[in-house]
């Protein structure tokens, strides 16, 4: 079974600018979740998203948005980069219920870098 | 709110030798999961162990074992005759048992092992 895939995996952009990152679970997989992970703040929770909704949040600024298509791929956007937004972010996936809600499976991240 | 906290950022440990590092978490739930995730400098997070609250028994993966004290909120992992390959970030994690909570990260610790 193929596992949690990213793209792209390296992205350069400029102040202001938006990005779209991707990333697609393991199959049978319905929840995934976003994560930032810096050397300073280290791993945080962006969002987490299950049959195409979001079910929870973490605290970041409306610049960042998700959302989950019916295939369960989801997509991150973040709007007008900031420096700090620079990072590496990280995607993951896990089965519901009671048996299997109980890891999660980690993408190989995008790390982004914001000029 | 859950909390994990790890006090020690940074670790090492001689090859063939035992290392524990430690992990403390807040919570006023009783039944959750806890998780020990290893890092390597490639990245790509992946599952080391992982202990349900009910279970009174530590869990035991090959050589690495966890010292689950939940009266404390303690879970610490204990990692026996160390390879190279051990050297990476350690995250602990934990998970509620209810329906729709995320992850809750802490903040790692850098393992080394050194030849």
């Known amino acids: 079974k193929a596992g949690v895939t990213q793209t792209p995996r390296y992205l350069i952009k400029t102040r202001g600018q938006q990005v779209t990152l991707s990333c697609s679970p393991i199959s049978g997989h319905r929840s995934v979740s976003w994560y930032q992970q810096t050397p300073g703040q280290g791993l945080q929770f962006l969002f987490e998203?299950?049959?195409?909704?979001?079910?929870n949040k973490g605290n970041f600024p409306g610049r960042f948005s998700g959302r989950q298509f019916s295939n369960s791929r989801s997509e991150m956007n973040v709007s007008t980069l900031e420096l700090g937004d620079s990072a590496l972010y990280l995607c993951?996936?896990?089965?519901?219920?009671?048996?299997?809600?109980?890891?999660?499976?980690f993408g190989p991240g995008t790390r982004l870098t914001v000029l | 709110a859950q909390t994990v906290t790890q006090s020690q950022p940074e670790m090492s440990v001689q090859e063939a030798e035992t290392v524990t590092l430690s992990c403390t978490y807040d919570t006023s739930e009783s039944d959750y999961y806890l998780f020990w995730y290893k890092q390597p400098p490639s990245r790509q997070m992946i599952l080391v162990i992982r202990?349900?609250?009910?279970?009174?028994q530590n869990a035991t993966e090959n050589r690495f074992s966890v010292n689950f004290q939940k009266a404390a909120k303690s879970f610490s992992l204990k990692i026996s005759d160390s390879q190279l390959g051990d050297a990476a970030m350690y995250f602990c994690?934990?998970?509620?048992?209810?329906?729709?909570?995320?992850?809750?990260f802490g903040p790692g610790t850098r393992l080394s092992v050194l030849p």
């Open positions: 202990q349900e609250a009910y279970k009174q």
């Open positions: 994690a934990y998970r509620s048992y209810n329906y729709g909570q995320n992850f809750v």
């Open positions: 998203y299950f049959s195409e909704t979001q079910r």
């Open positions: 993951a996936s896990s089965l519901e219920g009671r048996e299997a809600y109980n890891e999660q499976f």
